[in-house]
């Protein structure tokens, strides 16, 4: 079936024959016949009684142009909105971490209605495996974490990485400007994310690859409120340097020096396999050259446009 073969039968019932069908399609009427006929033919079943002088309807052909009726305008419809705003309206659901949301979620905001003016975004901030869940809920469309969520409904596509380095508040950890051991580490209260954080989830793997077992350990999965702790003198913790720059600056934390040093976290955008469309291919490649968490708060240049933030 072919729109030309619709637009054949939809013209001759509403400028009522082959005639008038063929003007208004700027073709032969024995073009027009010959579409009707192989629409016939596909049906099995004479779409017109031509026993009449008029072309009227069979009850074959009744559903066959109420088909037509709807196809085509469900088409002007489509065509109509891609002159109006150059893309079809569509909400894009989001899903980033804290770092995320702290570093180049902006400006990855900003490439994004750049290059698809039809889009709204909706970000929403959670932890990893949330998010995880509400992917697989089709709650949101895409989501970038750290990349420890590899399963074979989704399609995991690296994006960057995350540095992560140990801190504490100024003189807790005594090193006489020497790097540390990592399993000097495992003497002091560790704050640390949890299993609902990616960065939580490498963080122990990394830890037991080495054999150890912090003795003493606080759970949150809310990167501020590690900051807060470690600011307070709690603990120690691994931080994004990014995202504490100016604590580091105002002597309220200090870096340590630890060998072997923490690996980087690789972060990654990640959809389902079933969601795949040109869209979210082009927003996982905006992804991919915007990730950048070595500066906060980077700023975009948009202003006025329609999001939320959950």
Not at 61 to 72: K, P, W
Not at 151 to 168: A, T
Not at 192 to 213: A, E, N, R, V
């Amino acid at each position: 079936m072919t729109f030309k073969q619709l637009e054949a039968i939809y013209w001759v019932v509403r400028l009522g024959g082959f005639s008038g069908a063929s003007q208004k399609l700027h073709t032969t009427q024995s073009a027009v016949s010959k579409r009707v006929q192989e629409l016939e033919a596909l049906f099995h079943a004479p779409l017109f009684d031509r026993s009449l002088r008029t072309a009227r309807l069979t009850s074959k052909g009744e559903e066959v142009f109420a088909l037509a009726d709807r196809l085509l305008q469900g088409r002007e419809e489509l065509m109509r909105g891609a002159l109006e705003s150059g893309e079809p309206e569509r909400r894009l659901r989001i899903g980033v971490t804290e770092v995320t949301a702290m570093t180049w979620l902006p400006r990855f905001v900003e490439r994004i209605y750049q290059a698809h003016p039809g889009v709204i975004i909706d970000p929403e901030v959670d932890t990893g495996s949330r998010l995880r869940d509400k992917l697989l809920a089709s709650e949101i469309d895409l989501m970038i974490v750290a990349d420890t969520f590899r399963e074979e409904r989704f399609k995991v596509s690296p994006v960057g990485k995350l540095r992560l380095r140990w801190m504490c508040k100024p003189g807790l950890v005594a090193h006489g400007g020497k790097p540390l051991k990592v399993q000097a580490m495992a003497d002091y209260r560790i704050l640390t994310q949890g299993p609902q954080s990616g960065t939580g989830i490498l963080f122990h793997d990394w830890f037991q690859s080495h054999g150890l077992k912090a003795a003493d350990l606080v759970v949150s999965n809310s990167l501020i409120a590690l900051i807060g702790l470690t600011v307070s003198g709690f603990g120690v913790s691994y931080l994004p340097p990014a995202a504490v720059q100016n604590l580091v600056g105002q002597g309220l934390l200090e870096v340590l020096q630890v060998r072997p040093a923490l690996p980087d976290a690789p972060y990654a955008a990640v959809i389902r396999r079933d969601q795949r469309s040109s869209l979210m291919a082009s927003v996982v490649r905006l992804a991919q050259e915007t990730c950048d968490f070595t500066r906060l708060y980077q700023t975009a240049t948009a202003v006025g446009r329609r999001s939320s933030l959950s």
